[in-house]
């Protein structure tokens, strides 16, 4: 009965709206699946409380199962992190999360915004690309094991 409840609720697509400070647990939970050194809940309690931070987040039923973050500064806008939990991947859910925050994040005043990921990222080198987003650097070594980060931006109209 309960699989029954939670596939139900687990059917169609996420709703996306702002996080809350008390969504911290549950974006740290997906954050650290994701990436080799976590943020830990404490992190992104703090993270979400900044003005100048804004957070989405997806939800489908009741479960929270991905997010993205950006800080703004001065009409630009940078990336912090982006994920979708590791069982609701590539059913292409994390495109519209992208989307609306490019939206809030224009609407913020943004004209450009800056991100990094690694060389090798297949799946968000593809929605960063698909997005508008183009490479303007290389960091060599950048991240722990030595991969190339690539700096992509965004043009916000
Ligand atoms: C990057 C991430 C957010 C994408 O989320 P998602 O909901 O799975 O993305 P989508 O299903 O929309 O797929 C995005 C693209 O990657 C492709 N893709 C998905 N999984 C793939 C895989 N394993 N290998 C290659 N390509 C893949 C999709 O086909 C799609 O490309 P297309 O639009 O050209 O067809 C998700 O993979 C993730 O959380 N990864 C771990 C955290 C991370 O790397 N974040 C980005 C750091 S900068």
Known sequence: MMNFVTRLLSRGEPIITEARVGDAAAIAA???????????????????????????RAVLGHKL??????????????????????????????RPLLDLHLRRLAGLGARTVFLEVAEHNTPAARLYRRAGFYEVGRRPGYYDGGATALTLRRDLG
């Open 30 to 56: 997906i954050h650290a699946a994701s990436f080799q050194r976590g943020w830990g809940d404490d992190e992104f309690r703090q993270l979400i409380g900044e003005r100048a931070v804004v957070t989405h």
């Open 65 to 94: 199962i991905g997010f993205i973050m950006s800080r703004v500064t001065a009409g630009e806008a940078e990336i912090l992190s982006v994920a979708i939990g590791p069982s609701w991947r590539g059913r292409g859910f994390a």
